[in-house]
């Protein structure tokens, strides 16, 4: 079964240091989204992409955070300057066009640890 | 955005019992979906229910809707210890594209 890839499993990183994650959405998927979820806090939406272009964001979606799609495959979340609050599992998700409902697969996550 | 509510917020069931989780939220939704996290880890999708469903099955979950009192409910039959997990009732804002999710219900399945 298809399935979404996110890399590394794992990241530690200095604060003020940019960190790339990335993800390989489901192959035949329209919609890629980055969720976020601080240790011991609610899964948080980010950010979704679609036809190349931001579709939504959230407000934690700063000046700090950028998405790209630089080929076919991949899916990137960039983080410009890391800081302390950052530290959390960053999730994938990728999603088809359905009328009437949708599901979005999520990646393993990834675990950023910024010090 | 709209939030679901889970209750209870921890559950502690001996292998082979039923397990009911339950999921109020606010306004008028088009769908909601259940979904499994084990341990910090990723997450997996259980199921997706459309407003106009009242009951979909799946293997041994069973979820229920109830639109008139904004609630749904997910049952696991017969639990295993692997069934161990925090479930999340996610819901989505008509319009948006963002998945939002409550606290969830932490299940402990006994060996």
Not at chain 1, 59 to 64: A, G, K, S
């Given at each position: 079964e298809p399935e979404v890839t996110q890399t590394p499993s794992h990241q530690v990183t200095q604060m003020g240091q940019e960190v790339i994650l990335r993800c390989v959405p489901i192959?035949?998927?329209?919609y890629f989204y980055w969720y976020r979820q601080i240790l011991g806090q609610k899964v948080e939406f980010l950010v979704s992409f679609y036809n190349n272009e931001i579709s939504e964001k959230s407000?934690?979606?700063?000046?700090?955070f950028s998405v790209e799609r630089p080929d076919g495959s991949n899916f990137t979340l960039k983080i410009r300057s890391t800081k302390l609050e950052d530290s959390a599992m960053y999730f994938c998700a990728s999603s088809e066009m359905l009328a009437g409902g949708e599901t979005q697969y999520f990646g393993p996550g990834t675990r950023l640890l910024v010090l | 955005s709209q939030q679901g509510e889970e209750d209870p917020q921890a559950l502690s069931i001996q292998e082979g019992e039923n397990a009911t989780m339950n999921c109020s939220y606010k306004t008028s939704i088009n769908n909601l979906q259940w979904y499994r996290q084990n341990s910090g880890r990723g997450l997996v999708h259980l199921i997706l229910i459309r407003s106009n469903e009242r009951e979909k099955h799946s293997g041994r979950l069973r979820v229920t809707l109830d639109t008139s009192k904004k609630s749904s409910s997910l049952l696991i039959t017969a639990?295993?210890?692997?069934?161990t997990a925090s479930y999340f009732c996610v819901l989505r804002d008509t319009g948006r594209r963002a998945l939002t999710f409550g606290s969830g219900t932490r299940l402990q399945v006994q060996p």
């Open positions: 192959s035949n998927h329209l407000e934690i979606f700063d000046d700090q | 639990s295993r210890a692997a069934d």
